[in-house]
C-alpha cells in the first residue's frame, strides 16, 4: 500500500515461495535482511518515480534468481552487501546520486556482465565486485572524482580486458585486482594523483602487457 513509507529488517527473511515483488513510489527505506533466503524471488520491481533513499546492508543477500534490478536514481545510499551472492543478477544501474559502492556490495554476482560507474561516486570498497567472473566492461563516467578503490574490489574479475583509472584515485588496496587473468590494459590518467601500489594489486594477471606508472 501507498501509506507504507519503511520496509524494516528482515521483514520477509526466509519466505522461501516468495517470486516477484511491487515497490511502492512511497516507500523510502528498505531494511537490512529484508529478502535474504528468498530462494525463488525472480523480479523486484521499483517505479522510476519511485521515493527510494535507502537499501541497507544485505537487504537483497543471496537473491540468486533475480536477474536484473532498475535502481531509482532516488536513491542515495546502498549498504554493505545488499546484492552479494545475487548469483543470476546480469544488469544493473548504480544511480547518478550516489556517492559510494560500499564493501561486498556485488560480491559473488558471477553473472554481471557490465558496470557503469557514475559521476559522483568517490569510493569504491573493499571486495565491491570480488568474483564477478563475467563482469567485462567497467565504465567510469566523464569528471568521476572517484578517489579510492578499496581492497579485492575486482578479484577474480576474469573476463575483465580492459581498465582505464580516473586521475583523482589516490588509493589502490591490496589485491584489488588480483587474478584477473584476462586483463591486457590497465591505464593510468596521465595526471594521475596515485599516492601508491599496494601487496599484490596485479598478482596472477598474466596476459597484462604492459603498464605506465604515473610520475
Not at 38 to 60: G, Q, V
Not at 164 to 175: L, M, R
Request: neutral net charge; proline residues 4%.
Amino acid at each position: 500500500p501507498t501509506s507504507v513509507k519503511k520496509i524494516r529488517d528482515s521483514a520477509f527473511w526466509g519466505c522461501k515461495s516468495l517470486i516477484h515483488i511491487n515497490i511502492s513510489a512511497s516507500l523510502d527505506s528498505i531494511g537490512k535482511f529484508i529478502f535474504v533466503a528468498c530462494p525463488n524471488l525472480t523480479e523486484i520491481n521499483i517505479p522510476d518515480n519511485s521515493s527510494l533513499k535507502t537499501i541497507a546492508d544485505s537487504a537483497f543477500f543471496t537473491c540468486g534468481k533475480v536477474a536484473s534490478i532498475n535502481i531509482p536514481n532516488s536513491v542515495e545510499y546502498i549498504g554493505d552487501g545488499a546484492f552479494e551472492y545475487c548469483n543470476s543478477l546480469q544488469s544493473i544501474n548504480i544511480p547518478s546520486s550516489l556517492t559510494a559502492i560500499r564493501k561486498n556490495v556485488f560480491h559473488e554476482c558471477m553473472n554481471l556482465q557490465s558496470i557503469v560507474i557514475p559521476q559522483y561516486v568517490k569510493s569504491i570498497g573493499d571486495d565491491a565486485f570480488n568474483n564477478c567472473s563475467n563482469l567485462a566492461s567497467v565504465t567510469f563516467s566523464s569528471n568521476l572524482h572517484l578517489e579510492n578503490i578499496g581492497k579485492n574490489a575486482f578479484r577474480d574479475c576474469i573476463k575483465l580486458q580492459s581498465l582505464s583509472i580516473p586521475k583523482y584515485v589516490k588509493t589502490i588496496g591490496e589485491s584489488a585486482f588480483q587474478n584477473c587473468s584476462s586483463l591486457e590494459s590497465f591505464d593510468f590518467n596521465s595526471n594521475s594523483v596515485l599516492e601508491s601500489i599496494n601487496d599484490n594489486l596485479f598478482n596472477s594477471c598474466g596476459k597484462l602487457g604492459s603498464i605506465i606508472i604515473p610520475s
